[in-house]
């Protein structure tokens, strides 16, 4: 019995310390939330505005930036015929960064496992960049908040992205796909708890000034400070 007693008390202390770190984790991440990063000082009142947007599906966030703007093409780095069958009218390009084995054997919801869950959450994996291409249409109110960001703003978006890239390149993995308007490419860096698919978009618009929380390991924590999208 004391022998059992000891056993008990052990699984208590460590249930309650499972309990208290995740508490701890979401308690600092909202109030971060709170207490958003300043945008850029410099960025003037008016001038030329490029428009962008960070999408989410209510866990997962993605920058979707202009398919080509201020200089940036990106066809060139990710031709649209590398999807199954890009919109013909695509006018949009969207980033998302997450765990390999996550993004690639997880399409839904009901494929996730423990083992998987739990390979993401220590950063057991490699990591891949999911890109789409899409047509204006495809953009909607309450899952798109939209971005007004400078040429200057929005190169440094555009570097964001790029550094996710090994050796700057972009490389297709042969035949993943979630649809038809969507492929993935080798990316760098590991995806675990305290860098997931958020932390990048976050990272990224911090790095353009955007301002946004100081730690986005949640969407919400994305896009409390951003302006929804109201279709035109």
């Not at 207490?35 to 920058?63: C, K, M, Q, Y």
């Not at 992205?161 to 090994?166: D, G, I, Q, Y």
């Not at 590991?190 to 997931?196: I, K, P, V």
Request: overall charge positive; glycine content about 10%; aromatic content about 10%.
């Amino acid at each position: 019995m004391p022998a059992l007693r000891r056993v008990l008390r052990v699984l208590a202390w460590g249930a309650g310390a499972l309990l208290a770190t995740a508490a701890l984790y979401v308690g600092t991440a909202a109030a971060l939330m709170l207490w958003p990063a300043r945008g850029d000082p410099s960025v003037p009142a008016g001038g030329e505005r490029i428009t962008a947007f960070v999408v989410s599906n209510g866990v997962h966030t993605d920058l979707v930036l202009p398919l080509q703007a201020a200089g940036i093409d990106w066809r060139r780095d990710f031709p649209p015929s590398q999807a199954r069958a890009a919109p013909a009218d695509a006018a949009w390009i969207g980033f998302g960064w997450g765990d390999r084995e996550f993004y690639l054997n997880t399409p839904t919801w009901a494929d996730l496992t423990l083992r998987r869950a739990l390979g993401a959450l220590v950063g057991a994996n490699p990591s891949l960049l999911h890109v789409s291409w899409l047509a204006t249409a495809q953009l909607r109110p309450g899952s798109t908040w939209q971005l007004a960001l400078t040429p200057a703003q929005y190169a440094r978006l555009v570097a964001h992205v790029r550094a996710s890239l090994p050796q700057g390149r972009a490389v297709p993995i042969p035949g993943a796909h979630y649809g038809t308007d969507d492929a993935f490419y080798e990316a760098t860096g590991r995806y675990h708890l305290f860098e997931t698919c958020n932390t990048w978009t976050g990272r990224g618009l911090r790095a353009a000034g955007v301002p946004v929380s100081r730690w986005t390991p949640f969407d919400l924590n994305v896009t409390w400070s951003l302006a929804p999208y109201a279709t035109p």
